[in-house]
Nanobody, 121 residues
Framework: QVQLVESGGGLVQAGASLRLSCAAS????????MGWFRQAPRKEREFVAY???????YYTDSVKGRFTISRDNAKNTVYLQMNSLRPDDTAIYYC???????????????WGQGTQVTVSS
């Protein structure tokens, strides 16, 4: 089990950038695939990106070219750099940990509490 705490959310204008961080504690961080998900008001939670144990990455189509996921195993931290933000990126962003590389939220057993990102037009 791993405990996750997100930070870095906020209110920005369209076109701006934000970097989300997710600090992990508990069992070996580098053993996990780390994912970012988001949930907008009145919508289901959706996959954003993941980074595997070996550093491989995968993104949902709507964020490709704008968002970058990375990890620093020495700091037990995963990041989501978000550029060219749009109003439809507004959501609560969650990081999560899984033992397998997957875009399916059901593969992730451990979740953070979420951080709000609001993008104004």
């Amino acid at each position: 089990q791993v405990q996750l705490v997100e930070s870095g959310g906020g209110l920005v204008q369209a076109g701006a950038s934000l970097r989300l961080s997710c600090a992990a504690s508990g069992r070996a961080f580098n053993a996990y695939t780390m994912g970012w998900f988001r949930q907008a008001p009145r919508k289901e939670r959706e996959f954003v990106a993941y980074i595997g144990r070996g550093g491989e990455t995968y993104y949902t189509d709507s964020v490709k070219g704008r968002f970058t996921i990375s990890r620093d195993n020495a700091k037990n931290t995963v990041y989501l750099q978000m550029n060219s933000l749009r109003p439809d990126d507004t959501a609560i962003y969650y990081c999560a940990a899984a033992l397998l590389a997957s875009a399916n939220s059901e593969s992730y057993a451990d979740w953070g509490q979420g951080t709000q990102v609001t993008v104004s037009s």
